[in-house]
């Protein structure tokens, strides 16, 4: 099984893994997401270390469970050889009706079949009111015409 585009990768080859690792985490669905990685993908994802599919499912299942109205855009920083770096920002309530917009990196190692073997998060939180939400899509996938980061000023 591989997920294309493979490695060694170049801006447009990139830039198309961005957006679909993007749609996928916009889908919200643990099992869609976790079939991107490796069966021994290495995560730091704030200060949660995780290690293989069962672990990451895991943590998608929490995250979406507690991360309402979820809305996330992610933009290619960099890319060499196998790696890609990436800048994101994603929206969501919590149970109690308070919105949040999540600001981040990641760094990204691939295997040669395409899937993700390692990924590092770096990610910082800023509570936002309804009026200043910017990602206003239908849950599911960014609209093609919808503004990216840098058209927002983000």
Not at 50 to 70: C, D, M, N, P, V
Not at 100 to 118: H, K, L, P, V
Not at 126 to 149: A, K, Y
């Amino acid at each position: 099984m591989t997920r294309p585009p493979l490695p060694p990768f170049d801006t447009s080859s990139a830039e198309s893994k961005v957006r679909m690792a993007e749609n996928a985490w916009n889908s919200r669905n643990p099992d869609v997401v976790t079939a991107a990685y490796t069966e021994t993908s290495q995560w730091r994802n704030r200060s949660e270390i995780l290690s293989g599919h069962s672990e990451i499912h895991a943590f998608l299942t929490r995250k979406w469970a507690s991360e309402h109205q979820y809305r996330l855009i992610k933009e290619l920083w960099a890319t060499a050889g196998n790696r890609i770096a990436v800048r994101f920002a994603y929206e969501s309530c919590d149970l109690a009706g308070n919105w949040t917009r999540s600001y981040g990196n990641e760094n990204w190692e691939f295997a040669a079949d395409g899937r993700m073997a390692r990924r590092i998060a770096s990610i910082n939180d800023l509570t936002i009111t309804p009026e200043q939400r910017l990602f206003f899509w239908p849950q599911g996938p960014r609209p093609e015409d919808h503004p990216s980061l840098s058209d927002l000023g983000l």
